[in-house]
């Protein structure tokens, strides 16, 4: 008999997001700001000559907006079978 896989993490959702024609499921932020802030404040300290001191809430918000574009991207390409996205 073999033994059982173990099984693997996945974040499930508690409830199904509803279909609508092209509205997103409101999420209050995908992100932590504080954490953005430090680690692009940070970065620039390594990579750039500028001393930059402040983040400022359009950054953050364009951020934010790539990155759920992103997952956006991957969920509509990801083949639809199985039923966990990896």
């Given at each position: 008999?073999?033994?059982?896989?173990a099984?693997q993490?996945?974040?499930v959702?508690?409830?199904?997001?509803?279909?609508?024609?092209?509205?997103?499921?409101?999420?209050?932020?995908?992100?932590?700001?504080a954490?953005?802030?430090?680690?692009?404040?940070?970065?620039?300290?390594?990579?750039?000559?500028h001393?930059?001191?402040a983040?400022s809430?359009?950054?953050i918000?364009?951020?934010?907006?790539?990155?759920?574009?992103?997952?956006?991207?991957?969920?509509?390409?990801?083949?639809?079978?199985?039923?966990?996205?990896?």
């Amino acid at each position: 008999m073999k033994p059982k896989p173990a099984p693997q993490p996945e974040f499930v959702l508690e409830s199904p997001p509803v279909k609508s024609a092209g509205v997103e499921p409101k999420i209050s932020s995908l992100l932590n700001a504080a954490k953005v802030r430090r680690y692009a404040l940070d970065l620039a300290e390594r990579e750039r000559h500028h001393h930059f001191t402040a983040v400022s809430v359009e950054f953050i918000q364009r951020i934010e907006a790539k990155l759920k574009n992103l997952i956006r991207d991957e969920v509509r390409r990801h083949p639809s079978r199985g039923k966990r996205l990896s």
